[in-house]
């Protein structure tokens, strides 16, 4: 299932609400575009699952990675919910993205997008083992063409 993200944003419920948008992006994949003129996030998986091996040229899946900054003030956070907006240009079938859903997963926040090195993939590539996943979500998209949220409680 590939998606196609237009905004991504964390939720965090506190004392109060905060919404925060990603600090650095990038879509993980050999044919990528420059991450910096890219303003949409991919993802897919293969039969193998969400997360195959980082291969220099032969990946069989793709990954976006984003990275946030707390406040310093946040105080304790009692939920978070990481929101996707998807286009409704998509390959997949809203069962398949229902069996198939998106996993938000840890990764290294250790980049930078504005100096992305794609020799560095291996570095942000999420684990494979199921421990490391925050949350899933498969949605099945509208009737129309409008574009649609994913919500993923983490």
Known sequence: MALTALVAAAALATAGSTTLNPTDD????PHAPD???????RCWGSDQGAVGDVGEFAMSFSF?????????????IKSAKLVLMSFHDISYSGDEAIAN????RAASGQFDEDNW????????????????????????????DDPFKIEINL
């Open 35 to 41: 991450q910096v003129s890219d303003e949409y996030l």
């Open 101 to 104: 859903p998106i996993e938000a």
């Open 64 to 76: 976006s990675v984003m990275r946030f900054k707390l406040p310093k003030d946040l105080g304790t």
């Open 26 to 29: 990038l879509w993980i994949y």
């Open 117 to 144: 090195d794609k020799a560095n993939s291996k570095k942000v590539a999420p684990s494979k083992d199921k421990a490391t996943i925050y949350g899933k979500a498969g949605v099945k998209p509208p009737a129309n």
